[in-house]
């Protein structure tokens, strides 16, 4: 009964998933009223860890790395994360053995990664050469 569950979840999230990237591919984010936009930038004028996501994954869609990475590099080195945690929970769904996913559950990764998010989003608030490359677009 597990298994029929999880083979449900997979194919919602990758509708839904497909759903979502062809919306990112036919309406720049920027521009699109169906968009969300940063509360923090709204209110404050700082830039948040995930400004300039959308307009990156929009960019990384239509092949264009240089500004994929250039809108959130934050988002792009995560990128493979996602990717190989998607096809691990995917393996183990139609498998018998299952892979674990050690790294993720580590104290150090989950500490790197705070670590990593909290310097990433204080340099790209500096407004001047080279932490002004890390704002989005």
């Known amino acids: 009964m597990d298994n ?77 994360f996602l990717l190989y945690s998607t096809v691990i929970f995917c393996i183990n769904t139609f498998s018998k053995k299952q892979i674990q996913q050690k790294i993720f559950y580590s104290p150090l990764f989950v500490k790197a990664v705070l670590i990593a998010v909290i310097t990433f989003s204080i340099l790209r608030n500096i407004p001047t050469y080279p932490f002004d490359m890390l704002a989005p677009l």
Do not use: E, W
């Not at 449900?8 to 521009?31: D, E, N």
């Not at 509360?39 to 239509?62: D, E, I, K, M």
């Open 4 to 80: 029929k569950k999880n083979i449900r979840q997979i194919i919602f999230i990758s509708t839904a998933a497909l759903i979502i990237m062809l919306l990112y591919f036919f309406v720049y984010p920027l521009y699109g009223r169906y968009f969300p936009k940063c509360l923090l930038y709204t209110f404050t004028g700082f830039y948040c860890p995930g400004c300039g996501t959308q307009r990156s994954v929009t960019a990384l869609l239509h092949g264009d790395i240089h500004s994929a990475l250039h809108n959130n590099v934050l988002a792009m080195v995560a990128l493979p």
